[in-house]
């Protein structure tokens, strides 16, 4: 039932495990004899083994799986550039350049359809109105006027 077992598993039969485990206890025997041969009986050596910093990695990974849940964006205005300034600062420097120039033209469009207006209603009509007979009753009218005003 064992070998059954352990070959479902797809691992090597219980015997087969057994002579692996009494193989690496030989050689590991075999290692410390050769080490007591090698310091002359004079008892155990050590020996120091520096380590490294670090863990198991995988950092590039996660950095990845973040990467994919967060959304990119296309705005760089919260970026400096070369001199250090932020590049929204800048780029509402620009703005406010064109804004004022173009304010600076409307004003002065503006002062000049102003004085259009003013000139145009400065000017002598363009309709003349030149009946003599109205003028002459006109005239008449005004006298009789003035005539029962005074008696």
């Known amino acids: 039932r064992r070998r059954r077992k352990s070959r479902r598993r797809g691992g090597p039969p219980a015997e087969k495990k057994k002579k692996k485990q009494q193989k690496k206890k030989q050689q590991k025997k075999k290692q ?30 996660m950095l990845r799986a973040l990467g994919a849940q967060i959304e990119k964006t296309t705005n760089r205005e919260a970026c400096r550039d070369l001199s250090g300034r ?13 804004w004022l120039k173009k304010q600076a033209e409307l004003d002065s469009q503006k ?41």
């Open 32 to 61: 410390k004899q050769k080490q007591q041969q090698q310091d002359g009986g004079r008892g155990s050596a050590y020996r120091l083994e520096p380590r490294l910093c670090g863990g198991k990695g995988g950092f590039g990974s």
């Open 86 to 98: 932020r590049l929204r600062d800048v780029n509402h420097e620009k703005e406010m350049a064109e």
């Open 111 to 151: 002062d000049q359809r102003r004085l259009e207006r003013l000139q145009s209603k400065l000017q002598p009509p363009r309709h003349q109105f030149s009946d003599t007979e109205y003028q002459q009753q006109c005239h008449e009218l005004s006298e009789r006027l003035e005539d029962s005003v005074l008696k």
